[in-house]
């Protein structure tokens, strides 16, 4: 009788190893996603936690993802956008320092609710960080298209805040619930700068050919001042969050 070690057959050894292997491998995996969802579930109640004390950061988030789905039509179908039922206000000291000097010196100089303008005057800055335009730029073309008021129509057809003409760019309007969305004051704001961003690139970036193409069209010839007064008004506004005390007449 042999009485020293057995020795393994070669097949009995392979499986020795593989198994080895698929444990540790098995074990290695649980590890990494173990610690990886902890991460997860950390980062999330992070997020949680910084929107729940700063609710204008929860107001934005919500924007912003509705916005992304509409924008690329995932809610056009089901979920459409009834805009009458939003409502375009918010308090002037929720707003940093600089969009509420603004918003206040709006709000004096047009004659407007101070709510809705500090609305207005956080969107432009959103929509200028999505445009590259600058906020104020957007807003003085607001101040001179309409005085900011939202049920604006001129002769031509041009409707809204922005005076945007609505038959035009009604395809525009369809991730946002239709033609009938132009009244609506951030749906007509959204439409009017990616307008004014499309015609100011169309002229090489000239922010003062692109504002009379926005106006006009090609056809225009003379534009009675009106690039003069919106770059008026984008400067008052400028020394205004700059700390100047600008009179609004």
């Known amino acids: 009788m042999n009485n020293g070690p057995m020795r393994l057959r070669p097949s009995c050894t392979w499986c020795l190893i593989f198994s080895t292997f698929l444990r540790d ?11 990886g969802l902890a991460m997860v579930g950390l980062s999330a109640t992070c997020l949680v936690l910084a929107l729940w004390l700063n609710p204008n950061w929860l107001r ?32 002037v000291q929720d707003l940093p320092r600089a969009q509420a000097a603004a918003a206040e010196w709006l709000s004096r100089k047009y004659s407007i609710a101070p709510e809705p303008l500090a609305a207005l005057v ?30 604006a129509q001129s002769p031509a057809g041009a409707q809204g805040l922005m005076q945007v003409m609505t038959e035009v760019h009604a395809k525009r309007y369809e991730s946002y619930g239709g033609k009938q969305a132009a009244i609506d004051p951030i749906a007509n704001l959204r439409v009017g700068v990616a307008v004014l961003s499309d015609v100011i690139r ?36 400028d020394r205004v969050v700059a700390g100047e005390q600008v009179p609004v007449r």
């Open 25 to 35: 491998v098995t074990q290695g995996m649980f590890i990494i996603t173990h610690s």
């Open 60 to 91: 934005l988030a919500q924007s912003e993802v509705v916005g992304w789905l509409r924008e690329r039509q995932v809610l056009l179908y089901w979920l459409p956008e009834n805009t009458a039922l939003g409502v375009t206000a918010m308090k």
């Open 122 to 151: 956080a969107e432009a800055h959103v929509q200028s960080k999505k445009s590259k335009l600058a906020p104020h730029l957007i807003l003085a073309v607001m101040a001179i298209e309409s005085n900011f008021h939202p049920y």
């Open 202 to 237: 169309l002229r090489d970036g000239s922010i003062e050919e692109g504002l009379k193409l926005y106006l006009g069209g090609y056809g225009l010839t003379e534009d009675g001042g009106y690039v003069a007064k919106v770059l008026a008004v984008q400067a008052q506004l």
